[in-house]
């Protein structure tokens, strides 16, 4: 799915509404249209009400039943407080507010900011509101009771027009929408950047946010992900013919993404050879978690060079699955097995002895297959950066948390820009980024994709070879964006551990172990 920047979003608002004809407050209406059919899909009381607290629910003088309390929520009515700024996010809020009365809620309409500043559009829709009945009040900080114990907090207030930190009665009204059931947003959360996620101080945390037209960058990655809750892309009637092309920043989908059938004639040898350099005394788990794993991922044949200290436990632990191979003497002969597979991932738990550090290199500069670095091959080439330049023209991957992307980079990562960093890293070092953690992003050639799989539960030692091995293995298939597929995959296959294990005691082997039940949801959904 394409994500757009606000600057993308306003020019293409502009072209509906002056080369299109179609009326701004049409879009306004919609908008608001899609924003309350969200929130009356919502169940109430909402995550901000404390079940079992309300002791005031009571029948003939006794404590009510869970079936009293669920009756009472059934009929009561609804109740809304919405907070609108003086723009035309704002407009959305009020025009909201005037439908939610309309369908017999109880709604508060708050305005925040300045009457003097409100855009026509907002007008318009004050004046809509006034119509059914409906007042635009103005917010006041001081009155905290006036604002708190609705059902649904609507956050109206600036949309993807605010790159700053709230402030005065905005940040106080933010606080005030926390003090309700729900919180949904209307396009993003405000507080938050539309194109970095960055948060700045205070944002709205919302529950849900309705987005408007086409997914926003700041929604899925950094602060902006965890302040955006669940978000639901609204179409509002713009034509898709007026979007630019395929933005430079995209979500994995799980519905645009796919893994081929696999031909009923098939032998192992189709389905690549891959060579893992990993494992030292001490490291051996990553070695065979990153081995089970590229097994797990459809690799055909793997081999994993080791140490010749912890070969017999390797070999064990590997159970005749991969093939274990204890390195030769000769760095040579241990090159020319590299050279005879599809593709070679190179780093977890090998350790940066000097040996490690003389293959490494090597093989970097010898191999014209891709080449995959994790762990230790990451913080040897972040030695010698010229080595990797070197490879351009051939397919390189390296797949860094945030702390490795530092030392490669020469720089701490900023929180708010981790799209823009990997996009530059990627393009200056002509290679394939995979920048992990919470919603990893791949970046290559330009673009960026970010991954909307995964969950908590994933932060354990072992995650990060379990996606190396899961990498290698689908870039020895030669599959189609094999990075972007195996950070959907292996999250995907984290998510499926937390529901079965949860995320307290889910292990990478867990995770390892739903990678075939990843594998095949896509395959399902390749059939329908």
């Excluded at 635009?136 to 956050?155: S, T």
């Excluded at 309700?180 to 993003?188: F, I, K, Q, T, Y």
């Excluded at 990498?471 to 195996?486: F, K």
Aim: aromatic share 6%; proline share 5%.
């Amino acid at each position: 799915m394409n994500l757009y920047t606000a600057a993308q979003m306003r020019e293409t608002d502009r072209r509906a509404i002056q080369e299109r004809g179609i009326p701004s407050v049409e879009l306004m209406e919609n908008a608001a249209q899609a924003l309350v059919a969200e929130i009356r899909s919502l169940p109430i009381p909402g995550p901000g009400f404390q079940s079992g607290a309300a002791a005031w629910f009571t029948r003939d003088g006794q404590m009510s039943s869970p079936e009293d309390e669920a009756e009472f929520w059934a009929l009561r009515q609804r109740s809304a407080v919405v907070f609108c700024g003086p723009g035309n996010n704002g407009g959305d809020g009020v025009a909201a507010a005037r439908l939610l009365l309309e369908a017999g809620w109880r709604v508060r309409c708050v305005l925040v900011g300045d009457r003097t500043k409100m855009t026509a559009d907002c007008l318009e829709m004050e004046r809509r509101l006034s119509q059914a009945g409906g007042t635009l009040e103005d917010f006041n900080p001081e009155d905290a009771g006036r604002y708190i114990g609705y059902d649904v907090a609507v956050d109206a207030l600036f949309g993807v027009g605010l790159n700053s930190p709230l402030r005065l009665d905005a940040a106080t009204a933010a606080l005030r929408m926390a003090a309700s059931g729900w919180v949904v947003s209307a396009d993003v959360p405000s507080g938050v950047h539309a194109d970095t996620g960055d948060v700045a101080g205070m944002a709205v945390r919302a529950h849900v946010t309705v987005t408007f037209s086409q997914g926003k960058p700041g929604l899925y990655v950094g602060q902006g992900a965890v302040h955006s809750g669940r978000v639901v892309v609204a179409d509002i009637g713009i034509p898709d013919d007026l979007y630019p092309g395929r933005s430079q920043t995209v979500l994995a989908a799980r519905e645009e993404l796919s893994l081929p059938r696999r031909p009923l004639d098939a032998h192992k040898g189709d389905f690549g050879r891959l060579f893992l350099l990993t494992g030292s005394r001490g490291y051996t788990g990553a070695a065979a978690l990153c081995a089970r794993s590229a097994v797990r991922g459809g690799a055909g044949l793997v081999t994993l060079a080791v140490p010749e200290d912890v070969y017999p436990i390797l070999a064990a632990a590997c159970c005749g699955e991969a093939m274990v191979w204890p390195w030769p003497q000769d760095d040579g002969e241990l090159a020319e097995r590299a050279r005879g597979c599809g593709a070679v991932l190179m780093g977890p738990g090998l350790g940066q002895s000097e040996r490690a550090e003389r293959l490494v290199l090597r093989l970097m500069r010898e191999l014209a297959c891709p080449v995959i670095l994790d762990a230790d091959g990451l913080n040897i080439i972040s030695k010698h950066m010229d080595v990797l330049d070197e490879r351009e023209g051939r397919l390189t991957i390296l797949t860094p948390h945030d702390g490795e992307f530092a030392r490669l980079s020469g720089c701490e990562l900023p929180i708010a820009g981790r799209l823009g960093a990997a996009r530059s890293f990627a393009q200056r070092h002509h290679c394939t980024l995979v920048l992990k953690g919470h919603r990893t992003i791949t970046a290559w050639d330009g673009m960026c994709a970010v991954n909307p799989t995964g969950n908590p539960g994933m932060a354990k030692g072992g995650s990060g070879d379990a996606l190396a091995g899961l990498m290698g293995a689908l870039a020895v298939q030669g599959l189609p964006g094999a990075p972007v597929l195996a950070a959907w995959l292996h999250g995907r296959a984290g998510d499926l551990a937390a529901e079965d294990k949860g995320e307290y005691g889910m292990t990478p082997s867990d995770l390892i172990e739903q990678i075939p039940y990843a594998m095949k949801e896509l395959n399902e959904i390749r059939r329908h």
